[in-house]
């Protein structure tokens, strides 16, 4: 028990004692005593009054009451610093060491006997502000001391440690956000030299954490406590970041916050399930080659320049009664393919490729998707061989899906094949685009609305005072281009339909709606895209074969693109398993429970590959304040105008005061913009003037 447990009632006048002031301990001493409250002189020369519940549980030694101020004073002086020195001469540690396999708990003075024989007060009273200072090795429950466990004790010490660098974060924040906010404004390099190493690692990791994850709490309230002074950006962390050069100058958090790596680095963490893939893929290629020689047919793809991942083919042949035999081979990643892995649990979760302007990250591993599966020219490939008829009306008339394997005969880019169709009318490309007009026709003639609008191409040029974007409309090959897509919607439609007709469950794209009447057309001016965009809504995945509405079509289940859409993955996966085994992979059930994760996942990737050349558009028109912008006005309300920008696919609104008293819907104007904001997605129009041609 504690000496002033021993005493009766509270310590007496002329005693020392202390008590806890902002967590520090002061010592004073006692004029008299006021029924639960003392009345005290400290060591500042004030009188105060303080309950008797916060003086600590040691006192002494007790003095003449007829002291003077002075002598008050000095004697409190010198205890104090007697303490403070002994205090800081005590191995805690070894306190704790020597107790803590003993007792649970104990009063000040049994500690003090651990270490002298007979303890003073001045010892007994410096061990108490030693023991209170241990939060990671003691706890104070008055008048007692509590020895915490060694599991505690680990428990404690890091959890002192955080907080100790979160205050440390905090108070160095303010000077470093205060720099870096400066340097963002006056486009400058901030000065942080006076920023510890320690204190800058933690306000990185502060800036990181809410880039990833910006409802990270623990980072937030450091964060919001630093920032203090500052205005209120939406994107602060974003900007003090690249101020500091943590991040690149354009970093997109997007990919961070939902967690889809950036690449093909993220492939190496799932390097034995690419080998069982690469094995499977070797052994089947070595046991299909010795049955037969590969199928060419005269398959050829058409793909940009650019393109790795090249996942389709085609060919086709013009039959005697009108109609047209249409061959398409799409590449099959799913040979050999273990489900259930690591690796197919991460490819669900990139849902799909990226085609970014600056980058292309590929769903699959690259050793995968691009050196395995690509349908590269001359080289055997497993492929799903979709064999068709189509009537002389274009209608679908049948389909045989076959498992085959295939050396494509030509790869060739849109440029290429739109030379060899205008060039040569009685080569198998010609044909080809000839049924694509014949299938666009049909689907027309029962619904479809298409869009034709130019495609931007931008261009990332790196130069000494950051990146510059430009411009430019992609050149256009109708002819191939048509050929291409119709292909591809033929395809999907086939597999729908199979798939219905033989009980094998897919994904299909729905839209199941009704479409006023003349809408079906090809839409291709910038105000009619406009409006007809208007009454079309958005396709939903479902399970169930229903009609999609603007495809012109009964059914549709995409399976086209099986290395860059883990949809057409898993549909590709239904139908092998039902041709080599009679059995789909996954009944209805089964697949319609995946739906939600799937479609979840695919709203958040779908953001960066929405959110991210926009951005860029929008720093394209910052960087070109000055010049006029030609648009089409394609919606007219009473305070505002919505104008198309072609050159950039994108719609801005501008007030109508700028406009003049007539406006017509269609009509085009020079655009100039006064404040662009690529972070905020903002944009002002300053100048709205007439388009003279």
């Known amino acids: 028990m504690s000496r002033w447990i021993k005493t009766a009632g509270a310590p007496r006048p002329g005693a020392l004692v202390e008590f806890l002031h902002g967590d520090r301990c002061q010592a004073a001493w006692v004029l008299d005593d006021q029924s639960s409250r003392l009345r005290l002189f400290t060591a500042t020369g004030r009188e105060i009054k303080l309950p008797l519940n916060r003086v600590l549980p040691w006192t002494g030694p007790v003095y003449d009451t007829q002291a003077g101020r002075t002598e008050m004073e000095q004697r409190l002086q010198e205890h104090t610093a007697r303490r403070e020195q002994l205090a800081g001469e005590i191995d805690i540690l070894e306190i704790w060491e020597l107790s803590q396999d003993d007792v649970n708990k104990a009063a000040v003075d049994f500690f003090a006997e651990l270490i002298w024989e007979a303890p003073d007060t001045d010892q007994i009273a410096a061990l108490g502000r030693a ?35 979160r205050e440390q974060a905090t108070q160095a924040g303010r000077e470093a956000f205060k720099a870096l906010w400066s340097a963002h404004c006056s486009k400058s390099k901030a000065n942080l030299e006076n920023i510890r190493p320690e204190a800058a690692a933690a306000l990185r990791d502060v800036l990181f954490a809410l880039l990833k994850n910006p409802g990270d709490t623990e980072a937030a309230a450091i964060f919001n406590e630093a920032k203090k002074g500052l205005p209120d950006h939406p994107c602060l962390a974003l900007i003090l970041a690249r101020a500091w050069g943590v991040v690149d100058e354009h970093y997109d958090p997007l990919p961070a916050q939902i967690g889809y790596d950036l690449g093909d680095c993220w492939a190496a963490r799932f390097e034995d399930d690419v080998q ?22 005269g398959l050829v793809s058409i793909d940009a320049a650019t393109t790795e991942d090249r996942d389709d083919a085609i060919a086709v042949e013009s039959l005697p009664d009108g109609g047209y035999r249409a061959l398409v081979a799409l590449s099959r990643p799913t040979m050999g393919w273990r489900f259930g892995s690591a690796l197919d649990a991460e490819i669900m979760s990139r849902s799909t490729s990226l085609y970014l302007p600056e980058s292309v990250t590929h769903m699959l591993p690259e050793a995968v998707g691009v050196n395995l599966f690509s349908l590269a020219e001359g080289l055997p490939r497993p492929i799903l061989l979709l064999d068709m008829r189509i009537g002389d009306t274009g209608d679908l008339q049948s389909v045989t899906p076959r498992l085959e394997w295939a050396a494509i005969e030509r790869n060739m880019t849109y440029e290429q094949a739109e030379r060899a169709i ?107 895209i406009y409006q007809v965009v208007r009454h079309l809504a958005p396709p939903v995945a479902e399970v169930e074969p229903k009609p999609h509405a603007s495809v012109g079509v009964d059914a549709y289940s995409p399976v ?25 992979r996954l009944d209805k059930e089964s697949l319609a429970g995946l739906l939600p994760q799937i479609n979840a996942r695919s709203q958040e990737v779908s953001q960066i590959q929405r959110f991210r050349p926009r951005y860029w558009k929008l720093l394209h028109l910052r960087q070109n304040l000055d010049a006029q912008h030609k648009a089409v006005l394609v919606d007219d309300s009473q305070t505002f105008c919505s104008f198309a920008l072609p050159q950039l696919q994108i719609y801005v609104r501008a007030p109508k005061d700028l406009l003049g008293d007539k406006t017509r819907l ?25 388009f003279v041609d």
Request: charged share 30%; glycine share 4%; net charge negative.
């Open 131 to 165: 023991m209170l200072e241990a939060k990671t090795h003691f706890k104070f429950q008055p008048p007692m001391f509590e020895v915490n466990s060694r599991e505690l004790v680990e428990k404690k010490t890091i959890e002192l440690e955080a907080q100790r660098r």
């Open 560 to 584: 086209s693109s099986p290395l860059r859409r883990y949809v057409d993955f898993l549909n590709m996966a239904q139908i092998e398993s039902f041709l080599e085994s009679g059995q789909p």
């Open 276 to 297: 069982a893939v690469r094995g499977a893929f070797d052994q089947s290629k070595v046991e299909a080659l010795a049955r037969k020689a590969p199928l060419t047919a």
């Open 422 to 528: 205008a060039e040569d009318p009685a080569s198998m490309l010609a044909q080809a685009h000839a049924l694509a007009e014949l299938l666009r026709k049909h689907r027309i003639a029962h619904g479809a609305v298409i869009i034709d609008r130019p495609d931007p191409d931008i261009s990332l040029e790196r130069a000494e005072d950051g990146v510059k974007v430009r411009i430019d409309l992609k050149p256009e090959y109708p002819a191939a281009a048509l050929a291409v897509s119709e292909f591809m919607v033929l395809a999907n439609q086939a597999a729908a339909r199979w798939g219905k007709e033989h009980g094998v469950p897919l994904i299909h794209r729905t839209q199941d709606i009704h479409l006023p009447e003349g809408l079906a057309g090809v839409w291709s001016h910038p105000a009619d």
């Open 666 to 690: 269609g009509e085009e104007r020079l655009l100039r913009f006064n404040r662009v904001d690529p972070l905020l997605n903002d944009m002002r129009v300053c100048e709205a003037s007439e």
